[in-house]
C-alpha cells in the first residue's frame, strides 16, 4: 500500500490510522489492502491470520459475475460508526459469534465448486440483516430502502433468467 509516496505495511496503516488520526475502527480494511487478493482473515486474542481462499478463475469469475457494488449517494466516517458499534458490541455476543461461525460456511460455499453461488448471495443477505442489526448506526433508513429495491431486482432478473423459454 502507498501513502505519500512511501509504501506502508499493514501494521503502518493501522497505526497511521488509530494513532496519528485518532481514528476508531476496525482492522479489516487494512490487512485486506496490505495483502490483496483473495483472503480469510482470522482474528484472535493473539492478533491475525492471513489463508488466501483458494478457488478457480472459473468459480472466481462466475463469484464476480454475480456481485454487484452501489454507490448510494452519500459518505460518512467509519469511525463515527465504529465508535457507536463498540459501545453495542457488549449486548450482541450471540450475533457476533453467529456471524463468525458463518465465516466457515461461506469459505465452503465458495471453495465447493457444486454449491450454487446463490447460497453465498443468501448468505451475505443473512449476515448483512446481522450486521444491520448489531448497531442503529451501521445502516440507515435510506439504505436499507435501496438495499430492499436492489433485492427485489434481483430476485425479478433471476426468476426471469430461469424461466424456461
Known sequence: MLWNGLICTKDDAIYLERELCKEAGGIQDQIAASFGGFNR??????????????????????????????????????????????????????????????????????????????????????????????SAGISTGSIDEQYDRICLYARMKLRNLRRPY
Open 41 to 134: 482473515i482470522n482474528f484472535s486474542r493473539d492478533g491475525y491470520s492471513v489463508n488466501p481462499v483458494i478457488i478457480s478463475p472459473e468459480r472466481k469469475k462466475d463469484l464476480n459475475d454475480h456481485l454487484m457494488l452501489f454507490f448510494t449517494g452519500f459518505s460518512r466516517f467509519s469511525s463515527d460508526i465504529q465508535k457507536g458499534t463498540e459501545k453495542s458490541m457488549k449486548d450482541k455476543t450471540q450475533q457476533l459469534i453467529e456471524m463468525y461461525h458463518l465465516v466457515d460456511d461461506a469459505e465452503k460455499i465458495l471453495t465447493d465448486k457444486n454449491t450454487s453461488l446463490d447460497e453465498f448471495g443468501k448468505l451475505l443477505d443473512y449476515t448483512w440483516k446481522l450486521k444491520r442489526g448489531i
